[in-house]
């Protein structure tokens, strides 16, 4: 009853704006699953071959376009939630991975009882209900979080395997990893790591070796049994290699000079940030004890060095993808945390007096850069929810045939989402206006939002396309207007002005992101925001 007691702050943080539209970082993903789900909705899991895909309306497609990226079971989790709890509650669809993260936290604390006792199991829940990592991605409609639980219950029936020889405890083991395999590819290169340390740790090397075959035959037999599955639907085998591909080697960040360097200085100001200065310092020196520890047989020493090599596979498997996305570095919560309850732990039972006093001081400094960042993703996504308000507008003129364009500022996963249609990025801008002039895909309606990475040429296509087509709803932020209705002030119609809009601020605070001048402002979230920016913008990420 205790430990349940103690999740009770990280369900208060994940549950924090559980109802806010899919707006904001990654607020893309959201959108995306939340559609596929809402699929398996409306047509059920034998018309769609249990598989999630990227249409649109109430008719099925003669061709669904499948989304094969990731085995399925997220979006089966979401479409089980939004059948209960309602298609229009996007709380509904994020309860999902808080559900799977408040287990994740749970089961790590049950790993940790059984090497290190109650307390420190106790104090690790606190921990890792506390890491920036766990309270902003932990509720984001992703397969990180849906998956950790997963490879962490495969780890708990693991050394409990390890301990007892349990024939039953092996073959729940099995099917958590199956299960787990279904929520994403991570768990294949846990199982053959689960066998070979199975196999450098036994001491009956006979018995080591069936159990290392077991997994890694468990591991081939699922990898191949998804291909052949996707090979089917798509009658094509290059669907998987061409996802690995697009998160691997492929792209960005390779195609720079200095590439590893540079990807080895993004991943290290991620740790800081999403895992605190204090988890880093933890997280190298309990690396280093295990290292320095190798030799001694303790399982404990390998399970703890296993849950650093795993996420960190991840990651060089997949840098692309890392690189692109924080919330990668997901499964390294169990590691830091764990790091984390050792030395907290540790130093608390040696120091005394003032010594005591200044390790306080630093775990307090340490808690207020937690919640800092946490309040900082959360003032990213409250200037984004704007969005939500303007397509509940706009959503009353748009008929069923009307073809939609949109600019490059606008979140189209989102409008796609709250349409059920689909939309097109019009990318081009140098000649905004001639291009809409000549209309070459007989759009009917356009977006033009100008908000998040808004140049002054931007503002001047804003109050262009205001002066010149019919204006449909005008937000602060953006524009939807009929593209074959004008503007009664003919006289300015084509008229690019060279005036930048009065309604906004001449002052745009650093990464362009319009918003009122807060330059009088002084408090520490907002310093921390504007080091936050510059740190982003000095290594070109969209988001550190």
């Known amino acids: 009853m205790k430990r349940l007691l103690l999740l009770i702050p990280l369900i208060s943080f994940l549950f924090i704006d559980i109802n806010i539209p899919f707006v904001g970082p990654y607020g893309n993903n959201n959108s995306t699953y939340s559609l596929q789900a809402k699929n398996y909705v409306r047509f059920g899991y034998l018309k769609t071959n249990f598989a999630p895909f990227k249409n649109f309306g109430n008719n099925f497609p003669e061709t669904p376009q499948y989304y094969l990226n990731h085995p399925p079971l997220l979006q089966i989790l979401l479409s089980f939630s939004y059948k209960i709890f309602g298609q229009d509650n996007n709380w509904a669809g994020r309860l999902v991975p808080i559900v799977s993260t408040i287990m994740s936290i749970f089961i790590l604390s049950k790993i940790i009882e059984i090497f290190f006792g109650s307390n420190r199991s106790k104090l690790s829940i606190l921990i890792a209900s506390t890491l920036p990592m766990t309270i902003v991605y932990g509720k984001l409609l992703q397969f990180e979080p849906v998956l950790l639980p997963f490879i962490l219950l495969s780890l708990f029936l693991f050394i409990k395997y390890v301990k007892g020889k349990s024939g039953k405890i092996l073959l729940l083991l099995i099917l958590t990893v199956i299960i787990g395999f279904l929520a994403d590819w ?3 290169s846990l199982a053959v790591l689960l066998g070979f340390l199975f196999l450098i740790h036994e001491s009956r090397k006979k018995q080591g070796i069936v159990f290392f075959f077991i997994m890694t035959g468990v591991s081939l037999l699922l990898f191949i049994g998804y291909f052949t599955y996707t090979s089917s639907l798509t009658g094509e085998a290059s669907t998987l290699s061409q996802a690995y591909l697009n998160r691997s080697f492929n792209g960005p960040p390779f195609h720079l000079p200095n590439s590893g360097l540079y990807f080895l200085k993004v991943m290290f100001l991620r740790f800081v940030v999403y895992f605190t200065p204090l988890g880093l310092l933890f997280s190298v020196l309990f690396l280093r004890k295990l ?12 399970v703890f060095l296993l849950l650093f090599i795993f996420p960190l596979i991840y990651v060089l498997a997949f840098p692309n993808g890392a690189w692109e996305h924080p919330y990668w570095l997901f499964y390294f919560i169990p590691f830091v945390a764990i790091s984390f309850t050792y030395y907290v732990s540790e130093l608390f039972a040696k120091l005394k007096g003032w010594k005591k006093n200044i390790l306080i001081f630093f775990l307090s400094l340490n808690l207020i850069f ?4 946490f309040q900082m993703k959360r003032v990213q996504t409250n200037k984004a929810l704007w969005q939500g308000s303007f397509v509940n507008k706009i959503v009353k003129f748009i008929n069923s045939d009307k073809e939609i ?4 500022d606008f979140n189209d996963d989102f409008l796609r989402y709250k349409l059920d249609r689909d939309v097109y990025i019009l990318w081009e801008k140098d ?10 895909r007989s759009w009917d309606h356009f977006v033009f939002a100008c908000w998040a990475n808004c140049s002054d040429q931007d503002k001047r296509y804003f109050l262009s396309i205001e002066n010149k087509y019919k204006v449909l709803w005008r937000d ?3 524009l939807f207007i009929d593209l074959h209705q004008f503007s009664s002030s003919s006289s300015a119609a084509a008229q690019e002005s060279t005036q930048i809009p009065s309604r906004w601020p001449q002052g745009l605070l650093e990464g ?4 009122k001048d807060e330059s009088s402002k002084k408090n520490i979230l907002n310093q921390f925001i504007k080091l936050y920016r510059k740190l982003r913008d000095s290594l070109a990420l969209e988001q550190i």
């Open 186 to 188: 991570p768990v294949l």
């Open 476 to 478: 602060e932020n953006a």
């Open 370 to 373: 937690s919640f800092s960042i």
């Open 431 to 440: 000649h905004l206006m001639e291009y809409l002039s000549k209309n070459p």
């Open 405 to 408: 364009g949109i600019n490059w």
């Open 291 to 302: 290292v320095s520890d190798i030799k001694k047989s303790k399982l404990e020493n390998k």
């Open 512 to 515: 362009g992101t319009l918003m």
